[in-house]
């Protein structure tokens, strides 16, 4: 099984900065990874796939990055909406798909 | 529009069973894989089962392979979830998704459905 590992757990930002997140996985999936959006009480939302493809309607302050076993997920200018969990997720070496821990994006 | 909706969810005892089902329109469900991913309260997202299109090619997570059966219906654009000798760590919200092709991401996401084993 590819164990996907998800750091920092939580990033504290200022409104208007950038946050950077990142994803490992323990073998290669190739660039077949997601990232994943979910606010409190909400299901999650496709946000990239195929490790760096924006999902319709995600807007352009989002952009990720990487292959292989590394991949980062860049918020450019953090907004108000963007505060919540977001998971990465591989599907290149499954069953079964798996997802990172998640890191939360809170307000500093 | 696409549209997932999850129905089935409540409480039941270990050992017990329960239906969930996932009732899709706005797309063509006979088309398109479909999962159930699953979300233990206060954790994360958790991949259960997987089936394609024509229900040819069916995975399981280890943890839920002889409990639980997935299946669907292509006439009725409905997915469901046989989960049977239900235990504590089985409690969870369950999401329906929509893949995109064969073994990907998951594009649509229902609302999810409560399961609580007690």
């Known amino acids: 099984e590819v164990v996907m590992t998800q750091s920092p757990a939580t990033l504290s930002v200022s409104p208007g900065e950038r946050g950077t997140l990142s994803c490992r996985a323990s073998q290669s999936v190739s660039s077949d990874l997601a990232w994943y959006q979910q606010k409190p009480g909400q299901a999650p939302r496709l946000l990239i796939y195929?490790?760096?493809t924006r999902a319709t309607g995600v807007p352009a302050r989002f952009s990720a990055s990487g292959s292989g076993t590394e991949f980062t997920l860049t918020i450019s200018s953090l907004q108000s909406e963007d505060f919540a969990v977001y998971y990465c997720q591989q599907y290149g070496n499954w069953p079964p798909k798996t997802f990172g821990q998640g890191t939360k994006v809170e307000i500093k | 529009e696409v549209q997932l909706v999850e129905s089935g969810g409540g409480l039941v005892k270990p050992g017990g069973s329960l239906r969930l089902s996932c009732a899709a329109s706005g797309f063509t469900f006979s088309s398109y894989s479909m999962n159930w991913v699953r979300q233990a309260p206060g954790k994360g997202l958790e991949w259960v089962s997987s089936?394609?299109?024509?229900?040819?090619?069916?995975y399981y997570r280890d943890s839920v392979k002889g409990r639980f059966t997935i299946s669907r219906d292509n006439a009725k654009s409905s997915l469901y979830l046989q989960m049977n000798s239900l235990r504590a760590e089985d409690t969870a919200v369950y999401y329906c998704g929509r893949e995109v092709g064969t073994g990907s991401y998951i594009e649509h996401w229902g609302q999810g459905t409560l399961v609580t084993v007690s």
């Open positions: 089936i394609s299109s024509s229900s040819r090619y069916i």
């Open positions: 195929d490790a760096s």
